[in-house]
């Protein structure tokens, strides 16, 4: 699949689970945002059951 094909049928989807995200897979993730044009640099974490209005900066 091209680029734009994956850019022209991306969804939002806002079903959750109770499955934990892992490490390794955040990190994946972050490295993808971070490899983006959009503000770089300007990424928050946030986990289920973290202290209210705590975030851990990733860029």
């Known amino acids: 699949m091209e680029v734009l094909d994956l850019t022209f049928s991306r969804r939002s ?3 959750f689970s ?3 995200v892992s490490t390794a897979q955040i ?3 972050l490295q993808a945002a971070m ?3 959009t503000q770089p640099g ?3 974490i946030w986990r289920a059951g973290d202290q209210a ?3 851990s900066p990733a860029g």
């Open 13 to 15: 989807i806002r079903k």
């Open 18 to 20: 109770d499955e934990p």
């Open 27 to 29: 990190d994946l993730l």
């Open 35 to 37: 490899a983006a044009t």
């Open 42 to 44: 300007t990424y928050s």
């Open 53 to 55: 209005g705590a975030t």
